[in-house]
C-alpha cells in the first residue's frame, strides 16, 4: 500500500505486550495499519527504546501506572495486548470497564477477554464518519490465533492471517523492517558473532552456559569472532562464567543492543526476544530450542534462520531432558549452513 495514501482520520492506539518478541509482532501490526492510512500510535517501553528504528510511527512509552485511561481517552480506537502491569490488575471489575472501552487482543486470549457489544457501543459514540473506518476491524475477536493453522505456520504467518482477515487489511504483509540509523551499516563485521545465551525463562528455555562456551571455541577455531551478550541483570553472572575468554558486550538497552547485532554476521541464541530482534533486522539467527520441533509457533521467522533441537528429549520426574542432547558441533554446523543460504 502507497505510504502516500491519504491518513484515515480515525485514530488508533496499538498498546504492546511487555515482552521484545510481542514488541516487534505488534510493530509489524501497527506498521501495517499505518500502511492502510489509519493515524495509529504504538504504545510500549521496548518500542519506545526502538523508536529511531522506527521513523514513520508515532510511538510513546507506556503511561505511568494509573493513567493509562488519560492516555487512552483521545483514541477513537483502542487495541490493547494488556502489558505486564495491567494484566497483573486486569480482573473483576476492572476488567469489566476495560474491556468495554479497549479491545484486549492476545496470541490466544482469554474468554473473560471477550465483550460481544464493543461494535455497538463504539458506533454509538463515534461519529458515523469515524466508525465507518473502523467498522471492518471491529469483529476481529480477542485472539490472534483466531483459528488453526497448518502446521509448521510462525507467530508472524498468523499475525498476518488476522491482519487479513479479522483486520480487513487486504494488503496486510510480513515484509517489514526495522530501519537502522544511518551512521550503521548492515553486517559491517561478517565474521562476528553473537552469542546471547539467556531468556526470560532460563529455567525452561536456555541450554547450558558450559555448551554456549564451548560453541564459541568451535567458532573461533573456524575463524568467527563470538561475543557474548546477555541482559544486564546477568552481566555479574556471564562475567565470571566467561573469565575473560571471550569478549562480554554490555548494553543498557534495546537500542544499543540493536546497533550491535544490525553489524553483526549473523546471531546464536535460545528461544528468546534476541532471536526475533536479529530476524526483523535480517540478520541470520540459530535458535536452541528445547522441544524436537524446528517449526515451532514462535520461532523467528522474518529473515533467514534455522532451529536446533535436541537429537531426543528424555522425559524424567515430570521435566524434559534435553539439554545434553544438543551439541556444539550441531550449532556451528547450523551456522554454517545458514551462513552458506542465498
Same mark, same amino acid.
Given at each position: 500500500?502507497?505510504?502516500?495514501?491519504?491518513?484515515?482520520?480515525?485514530?488508533?492506539?496499538?498498546?504492546?505486550?511487555?515482552?521484545?518478541?510481542?514488541? @516487534?509482532?505488534?510493530?509489524?501490526?501497527?506498521?501495517?495499519?499505518?500502511?492502510?492510512?489509519y493515524d495509529i500510535t504504538l504504545y510500549g517501553d521496548i518500542a519506545y527504546q526502538l523508536r529511531d528504528w522506527m521513523p514513520h510511527l508515532k510511538v510513546r512509552p507506556y503511561p505511568v501506572d494509573g493513567k493509562f485511561d488519560v492516555?487512552?481517552?483521545?483514541?477513537?480506537?483502542?487495541?490493547?495486548?494488556? #502489558?505486564?502491569?495491567?494484566?497483573?490488575?486486569?480482573?473483576?471489575?476492572?476488567?469489566?470497564?476495560? /474491556?468495554? /472501552?479497549?479491545?484486549?487482543?492476545?496470541?490466544?486470549?482469554?474468554?473473560?477477554?471477550?465483550?460481544?457489544? @464493543?461494535?455497538?457501543? @463504539?458506533?454509538? /459514540?463515534?461519529?458515523?464518519s469515524v466508525f465507518s473506518q473502523l467498522e471492518p476491524m471491529l469483529a476481529c475477536g480477542s485472539s490472534i490465533r483466531f483459528r488453526k493453522f497448518p502446521r509448521g505456520s510462525s507467530l508472524v504467518d498468523v499475525c498476518?492471517?488476522?491482519?487479513?482477515?479479522? @483486520?480487513?487489511?487486504?494488503?496486510?504483509?510480513?515484509?517489514?523492517?526495522?530501519?537502522?540509523?544511518?551512521?550503521?551499516?548492515?553486517?559491517?563485521?561478517?565474521?562476528?558473532?553473537?552469542?546471547?545465551?539467556?531468556?526470560?525463562?532460563?529455567?525452561?528455555?536456555?541450554?547450558?552456559?558450559?555448551?554456549?562456551?564451548?560453541?564459541?571455541?568451535?567458532?573461533?577455531?573456524?575463524?568467527?569472532?563470538?561475543? *557474548?551478550?546477555?541482559?544486564?541483570?546477568?552481566?555479574?553472572?556471564?562475567?565470571?562464567?566467561?573469565?575473560?575468554? *571471550?569478549?562480554?558486550?554490555? *548494553?543498557?538497552?534495546?537500542?544499543e543492543l540493536a546497533s550491535f547485532i544490525y553489524e553483526s554476521g549473523a546471531l546464536i541464541c535460545n528461544d528468546s526476544g534476541s532471536g526475533h530482534l536479529a530476524s526483523i533486522l535480517r540478520v541470520p539467527v540459530v535458535t536452541v530450542y528445547r522441544k524436537r520441533n524446528r517449526e515451532f509457533l514462535w520461532r523467528p521467522s522474518w529473515g533467514k534462520g534455522i532451529v536446533v533441537t535436541p537429537r531426543f528429549v528424555l522425559p524424567w520426574l515430570g521435566?524434559?531432558?534435553?539439554?545434553? *542432547?544438543?551439541? #556444539?558441533v550441531d550449532v556451528l554446523r547450523a551456522l554454517q549452513e545458514l551462513i552458506q543460504k542465498k
Open positions: 500500500m502507497d505510504d502516500r495514501q491519504k491518513t484515515i482520520t480515525a485514530r488508533i492506539a496499538l498498546v504492546s505486550f511487555s515482552s521484545l518478541g510481542d514488541g @516487534l509482532v505488534y510493530y509489524m501490526l501497527a506498521e501495517n495499519l499505518r500502511q492502510h492510512g492516555a487512552m481517552s483521545q483514541y477513537h480506537h483502542v487495541i490493547m495486548s494488556p #502489558p505486564n502491569s495491567l494484566r497483573r490488575v486486569l480482573s473483576g471489575e476492572y476488567l469489566e470497564q476495560a /474491556k468495554r /472501552k479497549w479491545l484486549l487482543l492476545c496470541q490466544k486470549a482469554p474468554q473473560a477477554w471477550c465483550y460481544d457489544h @464493543l461494535i455497538q457501543d @463504539l458506533k454509538q /459514540k463515534l461519529p458515523a498476518v492471517a488476522f491482519m487479513r482477515e479479522r @483486520l480487513g487489511l487486504q494488503h496486510a504483509t510480513r515484509d517489514v523492517s526495522l530501519h537502522a540509523p544511518e551512521h550503521l551499516i548492515y553486517r559491517r563485521h561478517p565474521q562476528r558473532v553473537v552469542i546471547s545465551p539467556d531468556s526470560a525463562w532460563p529455567e525452561k528455555k536456555d541450554w547450558m552456559p558450559s555448551s554456549f562456551v564451548k560453541t564459541a571455541r568451535l567458532l573461533q577455531a573456524h575463524g568467527y569472532q563470538p561475543v *557474548f551478550t546477555v541482559a544486564p541483570l546477568n552481566h555479574q553472572r556471564w562475567d565470571e562464567i566467561l573469565q575473560g575468554e *571471550f569478549m562480554h558486550a554490555k *548494553f543498557s538497552n534495546i537500542n521435566e524434559d531432558i534435553w539439554r545434553p *542432547f544438543i551439541r #556444539p
